[in-house]
């Protein structure tokens, strides 16, 4: 799954710290599915 999270300056400006807890969650996920070595893994990018 790729997840690309368009707009990603106003959307922190307009959430503060939920947005930074929010991309936490997703960097974790993604790096997990590196790890358990999946093959369908997310990807997530801030634009």
């Given at each position: 799954?790729?997840?690309v999270w368009l707009?990603?300056?106003a959307s922190r400006r307009h959430l503060g710290e939920g947005f930074?807890?929010?991309v936490a969650i997703?960097?974790?996920a993604?790096?997990?599915d590196?790890?358990?070595g999946w093959?369908?893994?997310l990807t997530f990018?801030?634009?």
């Open positions: 799954m790729r997840i707009h990603a300056e930074d807890r929010l997703l960097r974790k993604e790096e997990q590196v790890r358990f093959r369908d893994r990018e801030l634009r």
